[in-house]
């Protein structure tokens, strides 16, 4: 007669422990530590092992899994097409996107996965996306900000924004080097306070020239009437051109403070958020660049005010050396935001509409990838060759 081991004996046992009562759990127990000689709390866990690692188990604790991997990919797919923005911001923005590629045939992933994902909650988008957020250097582009002697000529204005009519939008330039010294191209960022919408444009370095005509640009392309804008102390802005330009076309200039980088706080804030983050910090210094990355913001401004939403912070408090920050519940995208004003003409509203229903949001994005890699290829061509000042 073969002696049994310890594995026979908890085999033996394990269907009626794992059925029994809490008496009768006890008497198992008492006979197979009298038999292995095991101590009772490690009888416990050798069958709460054999349980869990059991392939035919007929029943398992816990509760199952309900997101399975079908779902958590169509999630990183509507992600990646949302500008791999955080979770609040996505979730707001999962069944237009979904419905848009549905009608483009698009989207192929089958209808319980996009069932679970169209009912999943923001909190779970949150944590979710968090999985996906790719681990970021952290840069700082340089300032070439100089102050202008003309500043004088402009009123400073510092708020609030809140009651602005869409069309008074705050203006900043950013430059592509790591370093102020030589030419290179610069992008103006024009951001609308009422819908936060952002509409970009490159020029070959910062002068007054240069400036006006990215503005005036800007002026004819945004969606509504441009009434006012809003830099800093920058001589691009500052200046006699300018100044002059925005008097022939009824526009309000004024500025922030200097060295008051909140009074011009949602331009400050875009940026980082859309110009650095999809253009990144490389340096362009060759003219044939302003072209190409132009072909860039073609599309990337009314992808942005179209499908990427936005969340306005509406009270900040100050406690002791820190800030609480209190911000919509809703995110909302620059076009939507739009859509909701009251002051903005029906006729405006019913051309934006006709726009939105011709985009795709993953079309949009793989061909502002594909020309963000056209512009890298026109900058290695025709670059500074002998001394590379390319910093990705």
């Keep these: ?76 797919e509507i992600w990646e097409d949302g500008d791999e923005v955080c979770g609040e911001l996505l979730h707001p923005m999962i069944k237009e996107y979904v419905e848009i590629l549905k009608r483009d045939k698009m989207w192929d992933h089958p209808d319980e996965a996009t069932g679970k994902l169209l009912s999943m909650s923001e909190i779970t988008v949150r944590r979710r996306v968090g999985h996906f957020m790719k681990a970021r250097k952290k840069r700082h582009g340089i300032s070439s900000t100089r102050p202008s002697h ?42 609308d306070a009422a819908s936060l919408g952002v509409f970009t444009r490159a020029q070959w370095n910062k002068g007054q020239e240069a ?5 005036e640009y800007v002026k004819q392309n945004l969606y509504f009437p441009m009434l006012g804008v809003h830099p800093d102390t920058g001589s691009e802005f500052i200046n006699e051109m300018v100044i002059k330009w925005c008097g022939e076309n009824s526009i309000d200039l004024s500025r922030s403070r200097p060295s008051h980088k909140n009074d011009n706080m949602h331009v400050e804030e875009r940026n980082g958020h859309v110009i650095r983050k999809m253009i990144g910090y490389i340096t362009l210094d060759c003219p044939e660049a302003v072209g190409a990355l132009n072909d860039v913001y073609e599309l ?30 809703k995110a909302k995208t620059p076009y939507q935001r739009i859509l909701e004003r ?22 949009l994005q793989q061909e502002i990838a594909r020309r963000i890699g056209k512009l890298y290829d026109v900058q290695k061509r025709f670059g500074d060759l002998e001394n590379p000042k390319q910093s990705r």
Aim: with cysteine.
């Design 342 to 363: 009251e002051d903005v003409p029906e006729a405006h509203k019913e051309k934006l509409r006709i726009i939105h229903a011709k985009l795709n949001p993953r079309l």
């Design 300 to 329: 990337s401004n009314p992808y942005r005010f179209h499908f990427v939403a936005v969340r306005r912070m509406i009270e900040k408090e100050k406690l002791s050396s820190r800030y609480r920050r209190k911000y919509e519940k």
């Design 211 to 215: 400036t006006r005509d990215s503005l």
């Design 150 to 191: 003309l500043k004088h000529l402009v009123p400073i204005f510092i708020g609030p924004w809140n009651d602005k009519p869409p069309g008074f939008g705050q203006i900043d330039t950013v430059l592509h080097s790591n370093t102020t010294s030589g030419n290179a191209v610069y992008s103006l960022n024009y951001t």
């Design 1 to 76: 007669m073969t002696m049994k081991t310890k594995n026979d004996i908890f085999n033996e046992f394990k269907a009626r422990y794992w059925k029994a009562d809490k008496d009768e759990k006890g008497e198992i127990l008492t006979h197979v530590c009298a038999v292995t000689k095991m101590h009772r709390k490690a009888a416990v866990r050798k069958f709460r092992r054999i349980q869990v690692e059991d392939p035919c188990k007929s029943e398992g604790r816990g509760r199952s899994t309900y997101y399975t991997p079908d779902v958590t990919a169509a999630l990183k």
